[in-house]
């Protein structure tokens, strides 16, 4: 993983405010999260092998991301601290129907450069599946992109939050992961999801994943699309359950599955991912996964 680590602050709240309007909400929790840190314990959590490329600040919010990913056996190496830098935070609320709005500041998550993955290379040509989304910024991404897909390796883009990219980051993504509001970013209006699958498939990247929440996946390859439904879950909070989607995925193409095999495995640690608080900590180990 070539990402975000965050700091998250998680408040619940009834409704949220509008501007000049202020609301009680619950008591604050602060959870490991940012999505490279989330995407990297959820793959460590269902059994795999893996290691983060990313910054954190030297404080408290950096040691409770190291201690985070370190209890789960993530490889960090490559997580370096950043002197005079606050850690990323994402200042999250939840509504009542486990929905969630999210603000991130990335404060040493802006600071990943393309000397960071220099520093890496040897790790990311040696890695299976790289993946990235885009709370770095940009040239890490671009840099780190290439070094693995020079190596051979695979490259999995979660286009999240939306941004513009390069036609040529695109062109590696096998595959990209895009929910609905950043698949219509990207196409420049929505619609239904199997269209925007197939319309992104035919735009560039090698292989498109289009996330629909509790309604699953939709995924377009050199085989056409295929929708793939989730199981069923009553939604808590549904912070990270992407994170646990696209990691899972992630998993399942390092050990060879087709990407329709392991999207199917993948509806499954998202679905469990929204049964419980927090990111991180409501990830499931593979016997905590609900059967499709
Ligand atoms: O995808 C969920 C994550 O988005 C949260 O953990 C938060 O840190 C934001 O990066
Ligand atoms: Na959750």
Do not use: W
């Not at 092998?49 to 190496?77: F, M, N, S």
């Not at 991404?141 to 883009?157: I, P, Q, S, T």
């Amino acid at each position: 993983m070539v990402g975000s680590l965050n700091a998250d602050l998680v408040v619940g709240v009834e409704r949220r405010p509008v501007p000049g309007e202020t609301v009680l909400g619950s008591d604050l929790a602060t959870h490991p999260g940012g999505k490279g840190a989330n995407q990297a314990v959820a793959a460590a959590r269902l059994g795999g092998r893996a290691a983060i490329v990313g910054r954190v600040g030297d404080d408290g919010h950096g040691a409770l991301l190291r201690d985070a990913l370190a209890a789960e056996g993530v490889d960090l190496a490559h997580l370096a601290a950043t002197p005079g830098v606050p850690t990323g935070v994402a200042l999250i609320t939840v509504g009542p129907d486990g929905d969630n709005s999210i603000i991130v500041s990335p404060g040493a998550n802006a600071r990943l450069g393309p000397a960071d993955v220099e520093a890496a290379r040897a790790l990311i040509e040696s890695a299976p599946v790289v993946s990235f989304q885009l709370e770095v910024p940009l040239p890490a991404v671009e840099a780190a992109a290439g070094v693995a897909a020079r190596a051979g390796r695979r490259v999995v883009l979660n286009l999240s939050p939306s941004a513009p990219v390069p036609d040529g980051l695109l062109a590696l993504c096998d595959p990209l992961v895009v929910n609905e509001h950043e698949a219509a970013f990207l196409l420049g209006g929505g619609g239904d999801p199997g269209r925007m699958a197939a319309a992104l498939a035919g735009s560039g990247p090698r292989s498109v994943a289009v996330t629909v929440g509790a309604d699953g996946v939709v995924v377009a390859d050199g085989r056409g699309t295929a929708a793939i439904p989730s199981p069923r879950s009553d939604a808590v909070d549904t912070t990270g359950a992407g994170d646990a989607f696209t990691a899972a995925l992630c998993l399942r193409l390092a050990r060879g599955d087709s990407l329709r095999d392991a999207a199917r495995y993948a509806t499954r640690a998202g679905a469990a991912a929204v049964r419980s608080p927090g990111a991180q900590s409501s990830f499931p180990r593979p016997d905590e996964l609900p059967a499709l």
